[in-house]
């Protein structure tokens, strides 16, 4: 999974609660990405980050916010989990010296349950 | 309408058979395009990349752009139970561009 990882792994949490999920990375890669996968849907851009800092809204980004603060950690938080935030959330990295940015790295993904 | 569509499947074929898959677009600005493969429980890995319309070959891997029909494919020949997976499309408009368009992904097995 090329050098990254995800934490939790899986979480079960109830609705109106905080969550907070980290992804980490060991490439030094300057752009990373935070995804949700649902059946039917593919894969939806949450927020992205292009440095340490410096980040923007992907195309469903209500209720999520993210930070970061270091190159090697991208985090995404649910605010006030409800339901249909109930999904397998991915990292993605890319970006690295010299090569295409579009060429997006996967990281195992986090299962969240949202009770 | 979806701007990548991708029939979800699943497809079921035999050892040694060949896969086709597709993926069709709406916006005719895409230009790079790329094929994931994700095993189940696993997050997608890279699989193929290509620029503008033409064929791509690796090892047991085509993949196929027409952009004049919006449309790409990938081939897998020879398939292998190995090869069971959800595979599914990307493409975006610019190199640089942090913007990804998926499909949702076709679900294929392999039997032995």
């Known amino acids: 999974d090329a050098g990254i990882t995800q934490s939790p792994r899986h979480k079960v949490t109830e609705t109106g609660t905080p969550v907070t999920l980290r992804c980490h990375q060991t490439?030094?890669?300057?752009?990373m990405y935070w995804y949700r996968q649902d059946p039917g849907h593919g894969l939806r851009l949450i927020h992205y980050?292009?440095?340490?800092?410096?980040?923007d809204k992907g195309e469903v980004s209500d209720g999520y916010s993210v930070s970061r603060s270091k190159t090697e950690d991208f985090l995404l938080t649910l605010e006030s989990a409800t339901s249909s935030q109930t999904s397998v959330y991915f990292c993605a990295i890319s970006g690295e010296a010299g090569g295409p940015r579009e060429t997006q790295y996967f990281g195992p993904g986090t299962r969240l349950l949202v009770l | 309408q979806k701007e990548v569509e991708q029939d979800p499947g699943p497809l079921s074929v035999p050892e040694g058979a060949i896969v086709s898959l597709n993926c069709t677009y709406s916006?005719?600005?895409?230009?790079?395009f790329m094929w994931y493969r994700q095993y189940s429980r696993k997050g997608p890995e890279l699989l193929m990349y290509?620029?503008?319309?033409g064929n791509k070959e690796d090892g047991r891997f085509t993949a196929q752009v027409d952009k004049s029909s919006k449309y790409i494919s990938l081939f897998i020949r020879d398939s292998q139970p190995s090869d069971s997976a959800t595979y599914l499309c990307?493409?975006?408009?610019?190199?640089?561009?942090?913007?990804?368009?998926f499909g949702a992904g076709t679900t294929v097995t392999v039997r032995a």
């Open positions: 290509t620029y503008s319309s």
């Open positions: 980050s292009y440095g340490v800092k410096d980040t």
């Open positions: 490439e030094n890669h300057r752009y």
């Open positions: 990307a493409m975006s408009i610019q190199r640089n561009d942090y913007k990804l368009s």
């Open positions: 916006n005719s600005a895409f230009q790079y």
